[in-house]
């Protein structure tokens, strides 16, 4: 529990935090996408992003990708679960600086260390 309570990104609360390093948060997640914006479970993918920019991407039929990027931090997609449509100011976190990235990488999820995805 203790090593797993050591998110390299964020702190988030024990809860949270387990759920991530467990990926079972994903899971939800996949269900979510899967009930919320009717797509089949077959058409959702869940890769690794370690530095945790990329909270989420959406591919398009013409092959065009939008991804949310933010700083690591939930409260920025939390924030707008609750006033969505509208976007509102956010006084806590910094922008994100794209100067300061070296890099966005992806691994692809090893369902036998991630059994709870």
């Known amino acids: 529990v203790e090593q797993a309570l050591k998110h390299p990104n ?3 609360g024990n809860k949270i935090t387990i759920d991530s390093s ?8 996949v269900i979510e996408a899967h009930q919320l914006f009717n797509v089949p479970y077959d058409n959702i993918e869940v890769l690794v992003h370690p530095q945790s920019i990329i909270h ?5 039929k013409d092959m065009s990708i939008i991804a949310q990027l933010g700083v690591p931090d ?3 997609p939390i924030q707008y679960a609750f006033t969505y449509p ?3 100011e ?16 992806f691994d692809k999820v090893d369902n036998n260390v991630f059994k709870g995805l």
Do not use: A, I, P
């Open 74 to 76: 939930m409260k920025v």
């Open 22 to 29: 467990t990926l079972c948060n994903k899971g939800l997640e």
């Open 56 to 60: 989420s991407m959406v591919e398009f």
């Open 86 to 88: 509208n976007r509102v």
């Open 90 to 105: 956010n006084r806590v976190l910094e922008s994100l600086d794209f100067r300061k990235l070296s890099s966005l990488t």
């Open 10 to 12: 964020w702190s988030m």
